[in-house]
């Protein structure tokens, strides 16, 4: 951990130097595209694909991927879905607040596009972190709220609910290291502007097409070559 930038952060506050000396911490959620352009990645890594079958079909996932960027782009926002529609799951936007080492394995799940928002803007807008609960600790919130209306409290609590189950203890859904976000609303671009983007390194023209030659760009690729 770096001696000069914690102290730094010290500097700017004591919240701010107890989240920089916890280096699990992140100040981000990122929103990345496209779970189901990884798919067939997925699937071929399963049936045991050669290396070389594996990158040309990440390349193809990347154009798709980059196809929902574009449409981003040209609507101006993050459209809210159903996590699960047949759970009933109210429609949201989800994001991550992963520390820098976790975007690779999001990205190899969720697609190698992403927007980074600041948390605390995330927040204001009405995000909130996911809570694990046991499957009857769930029925208890999806009982009340499965079927409350939309703007209630109880409807939000049941949408942020997730499923744990430990290995050993049944069928394991153990999604906890997404340390997943919702907002339970479509994300206009213009109200919250992302202050990063994620992409591969050959998009990064095309990015800046879309977004602006001013915007930070994170190049996931060149990230795993340097040791993330």
Known sequence: MGLIHSLTAIAGGSVSGLQAAQRDWSPFVAHFTSWSAMKPVK????????????????????????????QVASKGELIAKSPSALDNVPACVCFSECTLPGLLGLCERYGRFGFVFEKSQLYSAGARPCVYLSRDEYHVVAKHGRSAPDDTAERRLFGLSNVYSPPGAGQVQDFTHDREWRLFQALRIADIVPIMYICPLQFVKEMRVHFGSEAIYIPIDLMFNWGA
């Open 43 to 70: 699937k071929a890594l399963l049936e045991g694909g050669k290396p070389r079958n594996i990158a040309d079909l990440l390349e193809s996932a990347d154009r798709q991927s980059f196809s929902i960027v574009s």
